[in-house]
């Protein structure tokens, strides 16, 4: 009697609550199949590991950009004082102009930071992407790079540089892009809504393939109230929410369209060895079946229908918001309580997002600078002030 064909085996293990998930051969009897190249690749490439490289370039990057932003800053050429005047040119401001350790908000802006009436008016869209690449300040560029190693690494590893580097660019242009339609009275910067992206890949990856999990439901509640903590935090002062709500928005429809796999009894299939008995077919490479592949098909019916309806919403949702935005609609107009959703106020603290100014009169060298939005007052003793360092003043102030 014939000896039964093996089958290639798929197994999910789940390590420190991150299921993994790649493919056993189990070995063949049959010399051919295991003697070709072809059967080798074949077999590992719907789930084979990737070394992470870009991830760890952007993380690179993020850096080098805060650093010249510290450059172009230059604290104690344009402020008063500075914090860690030992660093020079590199100091940061003020605590009370930016408790982050970092640039000023001019500064931001020169390197490119979010600015709706800039992107409106001067046609400067181009801040919808560079914003990503930029940082309030060393605390928030910590938070920011050690979330995208932990999260990003991983998800490089399971599915490519590819994949993942177009998931992390189009999530920030989706956070960006509802920042702008709704917060455009002061600049945005930072990576959250792309990290907030990764996030929304890694639970829309785990429900398009939840046939291949284990310990899905626990993997399913880890993930939403990883989530839900993270979003809640967007609800204190000066955190952009919106950034963070686009960006997961979009990488959890995202998600379904880059990250869906294969289903195992298509990869089974695909990839069983015949019997020592059998003869291969010119079509199927040697020691390898030549069965239809109809009988297992590759997607489930719900990943395609998951796919089609994640690929129209996110071009039809990119569409709308580019659209309204070049036209200069601000979606607060239209929505009288969604301004709840990036911030909550308190006994503690408040919401105002209004932009900050001042009012500054001038005896000799005393500046007296009232702040427009508390009416704060407070007078300087000041020689030749350049506009910088009046502004530096007039942030301080305000907050």
Known sequence: MAAAPENVQIRVHSRRGVNTIHPVSVESPHPAAAASPAANYREV???????????????????????????????????????????????????????????SSSALGKMGALDVAKVVNKHQGWRLITCMWLHGGVFHLLANMLSLLVIGIRLEQEFGFVRIGLLYLISGLGGSLLSALFIQSNISVGASGALFGLLGAMLSELITNWTIYANKLAAFTTLVVIVAINLAVGILPHVDNFAHIGGFVSGFLLGFVFLIRPQFGWVNQRYAPISPAGHSSAASPAGYSSRSRAANPKFMAYQRVLWLLSLILLIVGFTVGLVLLLRGVDLNDHCSWCHYLSCVPTSKWSCNTQPISCQAEQTGSQYTLTCSNSSKSRSYSLLNPTATQIQGLCAQLCR
Do not use: D
């Not at 510290?70 to 008063?80: A, D, F, L, R, T």
């Not at 009370?96 to 640039?103: D, F, W």
């Open 45 to 103: 490439k719907h789930f084979k590991k990737w070394f992470p490289w870009l991830i760890p370039t952007f993380v690179v990057a993020n850096v080098v950009m805060f650093i010249i932003s510290m450059y172009v800053n230059n604290c104690p050429k344009n402020s008063i004082s500075c914090v860690a005047g030992f660093l020079g040119r590199f100091s940061f401001q003020p605590f009370k102009e930016n408790p982050l350790l970092g640039p």
